[in-house]
């Protein structure tokens, strides 16, 4: 449906102004989404959204914090009336599932770190 195609777009976005805090602590932020975390967005006629993640780290321990901005932040979103985040056990996330967006932004920050060694 191209309103639940336009909707997930929105919550895609939000998930993005989330950022993965060990990214963070590279340096280089990045959202949710091109961190690679998001499995599935689904949203369902009656606006209910479940987002699955994909963690890094059986021992990930930002799941709370995650669940908290993701229910904001969807949350508000005109039409969802629900937010549900569901999260695997941080056995198969690979830095492949980085986006090539972000996996650029990365690479040129560690080139200006060594530049500026």
């Given at each position: 449906m191209p309103e639940h195609d336009?909707?997930?777009?929105?919550?895609?976005?939000?998930l993005d102004e989330i950022k993965d805090p060990c990214s963070l602590a590279a340096g280089t932020p990045f959202g949710l989404n091109e961190m690679g975390i998001v499995d599935e967005v689904l949203i369902a006629d009656d606006?209910?959204?479940?987002?699955?993640?994909?963690?890094?780290?059986?021992?990930?321990?930002m799941i709370g914090?995650?669940?908290?901005?993701?229910?904001?932040r969807i949350g508000a979103l005109p039409t969802v009336t629900s937010v549900t985040l569901k999260a695997d056990n941080g056995l198969d996330w690979s830095p492949s599932r980085i986006s090539e967006a972000a996996r650029a932004r990365r690479a040129q920050h560690l080139q200006r770190m060594v530049e500026t060694a």
């Open positions: 336009a909707l997930k777009q929105r919550i895609l976005s939000c606006g209910a959204v479940t987002v699955k993640l994909r963690l890094t780290s059986p021992f990930c321990h914090f995650f669940e908290k901005e993701a229910r904001e």
